[in-house]
Each structure stands twice: as C-alpha cells, then as structure tokens.
C-alpha cells in the first residue's frame, strides 16, 4: 500500500502595504501651519497696537509730566518767598507798633512833665504867686553804677527857687547830707563821706527865680539810705536845710519836700 503524502499548506495572503503619503500633502501642511502662527502674530499685534500706548505717547507723559513738576515746584518756591516775606512783614508792623508804644508813652511822660513845669512856673512868677524864699522844689536822684538797691554812685539833680525878692540874684553852695543804716546801726554820710574827698566844696548856685543843680555823690557799700538832706549856704543870711525821703527822690521827679 503506499503511504500518502500530505499536500502542502497554502501560502498565507499577502496584504498590501498602504502606500507612502506624498511630498506634496506634507508641504500643504507646513504651509497651513505657518499661516495660522503669521494670523496669530498679526492679530496679537494688532491688539497691542490698539490697547497699548506707542513710544510717542510715553515721551509726550513724560515731557508733560516734567513740567507739571516744574510748574509746582516754581509755586512752592513763590509760595514759601510769599511766607517769608509776610513773616517779614509781620515781624516789621509788630516792632514799629512796640515803637510807637514806646513813643507814645515817651511823649506822654513829656507831656505831664511840661505841664507839670507850667504849673510850677505859674506858682513861680504868676500874678498870684505865693511869695517865697531860697527853697528846695524838688530833688531827684539816679542810679549810675548798677541796680538801685545795690548801687554806689548816684547823679542827683535839685531844683532850687525863690520868688520873694524879684530881680534879685540867689548864689551860694548846696550840699548834701545822707542818713541811713549798716548792720542795723544808723549812719550819717557828711557831704566830705558822700564825695569822697575832704573839705569838699560845695556846688554852686546862683540864679534869680529857679535853678537845676547837678553833682554826683557816693554811697560806702553796705549802706542803706533812708534820707537826704540838701543844705543851702547862700553867701548872704543862714544855711536853710530840707528833708527828703531816699523814695521821693529815687521815684518820679518833682518829689515833694517833707516838712
């Protein structure tokens, strides 16, 4: 018997392989690509032109930006010079007011004291004078060297008057005679003590109705005046003596004579 031989298996099928894209699509799609990116990039910048500023614009802000700047700081410096000057001002009007007060109170005081010298010339020489002899009016003294109370050498002023014989002329000396304390002890300063020089003369005076006397007397420290006595020696008749209290004749002029 012979043996069979199997056939052979068919071949398997053979699927066609797809064939290769072409060159030409591949470059339609490149070419797609990069339009599509150029409308992005033109339309973004588009929107950039419309929504951002140019460089024009940015130097324009600038430059009006740099003289807002100017403007204000030339109305800072006009406001600060009109500041100062009105300070100025002010400054001026308050020291020309205190002048004026001072000249005001200046004239014041002159004012009473001229009226104060018409009534005493009136009481002098007038038609209804009180006839009276060699006098002290008023004696008046000042402070040279330092503060009242602490003070040594003092310029006294007194005002000596007469209207009883009327054409007649009244000389002699005047000096004078401090009393007062130190250490609670009383003191008595001669006319020697008070200018500091012995056997001082006396000061002169020779006039026909009134006269102002001026000298300077000095006080030993530690001393306390309390009264001053001006002694009168005219060349003709007895020395006339008046009391003063050492405030009458350190306050307002025209002290009154104590009796």
């Known amino acids: 018997m012979t043996a069979s031989v199997p056939a052979p298996a068919p071949a398997p099928a053979l699927t066609p392989a797809p064939a290769p894209a072409s060159s030409g699509?591949?470059?339609?799609?490149?070419?797609?690509?990069?339009?599509f990116l150029l409308v992005l990039g033109f339309g973004l910048w588009g929107?950039?032109?419309?929504?951002?500023?140019?460089?024009?614009?940015?130097?324009?802000?600038?430059?009006?930006?740099?003289?807002?700047?100017?403007?204000?700081?030339?109305?800072?410096?006009?406001?600060?010079?009109?500041?100062a000057?009105?300070?100025?001002?002010?400054?001026?009007?308050?020291?020309?007011?205190?002048?004026?007060?001072?000249?005001?109170?200046?004239?014041?005081?002159?004012i009473a004291g001229l009226r104060s010298d018409v009534a005493f010339y009136e009481r002098l020489v007038g038609a209804t004078a009180q006839r009276r002899g060699l006098s002290v009016h008023s004696l008046e003294l000042v402070a040279q060297d330092a503060p009242a109370r602490n003070a040594t050498a003092w310029h006294f002023t007194g005002t000596l008057t007469q209207n009883l014989n009327r054409g007649a002329v009244s000389?002699?000396?005047?000096?004078?005679?401090?009393?007062?304390?130190?250490?609670?002890?009383?003191?008595?300063?001669?006319?020697?003590?008070?200018?500091?020089l012995p056997s001082a003369p006396g000061i002169p005076y020779s006039f026909k109705y009134f006269e102002s006397v001026e000298g300077d007397i000095y006080l030993p420290a530690g001393?306390?005046?309390?009264?001053?006595?001006?002694?009168?020696?005219?060349?003709?008749?007895?020395?006339?003596?008046q009391s003063f209290t050492w405030a009458q004749t350190t306050a307002a002029r025209g002290a009154n004579v104590e009796r």
């Open 25 to 35: 699509q591949a470059t339609g799609r490149i070419a797609l690509a990069v339009l």
């Open 171 to 196: 000389a002699g000396r005047l000096t004078l005679l401090v009393e007062g304390t130190r250490d609670g002890k009383l003191q008595k300063l001669a006319w020697d003590d008070l200018r500091q």
């Open 85 to 110: 000057t009105l300070t100025r001002s002010d400054q001026i009007s308050r020291d020309a007011n205190r002048d004026l007060q001072g000249t005001l109170a200046e004239r014041d005081e002159e």
């Open 223 to 241: 001393v306390t005046p309390v009264r001053v006595t001006v002694r009168l020696a005219p060349q003709s008749g007895a020395a006339i003596e």
């Open 47 to 83: 929107l950039w032109r419309v929504f951002a500023p140019g460089s024009g614009d940015v130097r324009t802000q600038l430059a009006g930006s740099q003289r807002q700047s100017r403007a204000l700081a030339s109305q800072i410096e006009q406001l600060r010079q009109r500041e």
